[in-house]
Structures are given as C-alpha cells and as structure tokens.
C-alpha cells in the first residue's frame, strides 16, 4: 500500500442493495483524492441516469430565439451527457455528466466534449467524475487536455419514507405554468445569475415529469423549488429562497412538500445535489438535507476547462 494513502472498504447491507461505502485518505490532499463516500457502480449508474434524463429533459423544446440568444446547445452521446448555455457563463448550466460510467472514457471521447463545448462558444465548462469512472487514470486524462481541479459537489440520496415532517408556517402552493416567470425571479435574484437566464429556467415549469412549488409571505412568493421524477426516482431540483425571507424554513417546507408529491406519485428513492462544505465555507442546502434524513451517495470532482487552455 502506498504509504501517502491508506484505504479502507466496508460493505453495508441496505434493504435493497449492497451499500458499499468506500473512503480514501490521502494525506497529501491531492485535490482529486479528497476523502469521499461512494455507493455500488450500478446505483450509481442508475443516479447519474436519472440527472442526465432530467437535464436532457430541461433542456428539450427550447425556442429556437432563447436557444440562438443564449447559445443553448445539448450533446446526447453513449457515453455522456453535456448542456451548454454559452452566452451565460454560469457553470451549472455548462457542464458534462456520465463520462466513465457506463463504458470506460477514451481521449477521443474527451476531445468531443471539448469539441462540443468549444463550437458553442462557452467560455468555460465542467467535467464531472464520479468515483466509478472509468478508467481509473480518467483525472490524469483530463489533466493533459488542459482541464484543473476545481471542487465537489455531493450527490445525496434518502428513501421517500418516512416523510420529513414541514417545518414552517409559509403556505405551499404548486404552480403551473402562468407562474413560471415568478419562479424564475426567485431563482435569478438568489443565485444572483443573470437576468437572462429566465426564459431557460421557466422552461419547464408546467411540464410533464416536473413539478414546481412557491413559498409565500403574506402572499408574496418568496421561495421556490422544483421537482423531477422518472420512475422510482424524484430528485429535488433547483430550489431557492430570497436573501431577506431565509431562515423561516421555507425550504424545509418545500423538500416536505415534494416527498409527499414524490410518495403520492409512487416514487421510492429521492435524490438531491449540493455544494461541497468544506472547512471555512459552510453550505446551508447541504446541512439542510443532512437534517432531513439524507445520505451522502458520493462526491464528484469537477474538472474545469477555461476557453484558450488545453
């Protein structure tokens, strides 16, 4: 055993599957070996598949004047999924997802996603790995294209029962499609993203498949969130609350509200993602799922590539 890095694996019995729970300490703290949780490859397939139907989904019947104003762009390939949103330099909206999951990751199929990326115009993109991609050198492949380490995001997972019990005062409401500009207010004004990103964030308010929500005081929306479901699975989507209205529970609320649509419409797992706490930057959606019951499935590594490099 490398003396830099020791590595323990436990297998946990769950009550449908194995649950493996795999942690590496590497007291070099390498950037792309931090100390991570991960579940069995085939679950994790099966939560990977589950974001990429979402976003394919998202991103399906844009308006050609938002997708040309925009830069709106989708690969759809075997061996992972990208969105590209160029003319908005927010990360979340240009990334790629799956690369090593279902087959092992080749350098051509890295300059692809390059490629794809590039042709859109973004300025700048992720690569995200999940800790069962493949092969296992994937970071080091990434690395001589020009891409850097740039941080986690955790992939949490619960069962839908029980349910969390609401804990705020603020009614809920599920909105339709009337509303969807409103929605998209929230989001913008709390992400703070640009203004236009609201006709994509809209988009699919009112969609098959999706199920958007609204928080109020004394009936002015003040919180909202989202919700995608496919099959057994619900994953909670974007969800946000103003600045000046945090800390009513307004959220806590509305992740009661999407378990009870999530149960009603027979789902059994619920899946969320959030930014990485790390120590001196503490992350209120990640402590808020912890609360309610979820499980860290795994962290992903971000890779990043700004334009000019690699």
Not at 146 to 174: C, D
Not at 176 to 191: K, Y
Request: aromatic share 12%.
């Amino acid at each position: 055993m490398n003396a830099n890095l020791r590595e323990q694996v436990f297998k946990i019995q769950a009550t449908d599957a194995f649950l493996y729970v795999h942690w590496r300490l590497n007291f070099k703290e390498e950037p792309n070996m931090i100390a991570q949780q991960s579940i069995s490859r085939e679950f994790m397939i099966r939560l990977e598949q589950q974001e990429t139907a979402s976003w394919r989904d998202y991103y399906r019947d844009v308006p050609a004047q938002v997708a040309e104003w925009l830069g709106v762009s989708l690969l759809d390939a075997g061996f992972a999924s990208a969105g590209a949103v160029a003319g908005i330099d927010v990360l979340a909206f240009n990334r790629a997802i799956g690369l090593g999951m279902e087959q092992p990751a080749t350098e051509s199929q890295v300059d692809g996603i390059i490629a794809f990326f590039r042709d859109a115009g973004a300025r700048r993109f992720f690569v995200q790995l999940s800790p069962h991609a493949q092969p296992r050198n994937l970071p080091e492949i990434l690395q001589a294209k020009g891409f850097q380490y740039y941080n986690n995001w955790v992939k949490l997972f619960r069962r839908i029962e029980p349910l969390p019990a609401a804990e705020t005062r603020l009614p809920i409401s599920r909105i339709g499609a009337e509303q969807a500009d409103i929605f998209a207010e929230i989001i913008v004004n709390a992400f703070a993203w640009p203004e236009a990103l609201k006709p994509l964030i809209a988009l699919p308010v009112g969609r098959p498949g999706w199920k958007h929500y609204l928080a109020c005081e004394a009936e002015k929306p003040v919180a909202c969130a989202a919700l995608f479901i496919q099959d057994e699975y619900a994953a909670l989507a974007f969800a946000a609350t103003l600045p000046e209205y945090r800390g009513r529970g307004a959220q806590s609320g509305l992740i009661a509200r999407r378990f009870r649509d999530a149960a009603a419409a027979g789902c059994r797992w619920m899946i969320a993602e959030t930014a990485e706490e790390t120590p001196g930057r503490p992350v209120a959606s990640y402590r808020n799922m912890l609360r309610h019951g979820f499980e860290i499935a795994y962290r992903r590594a971000n890779y990043i590539l700004v334009s000019g490099e690699g």
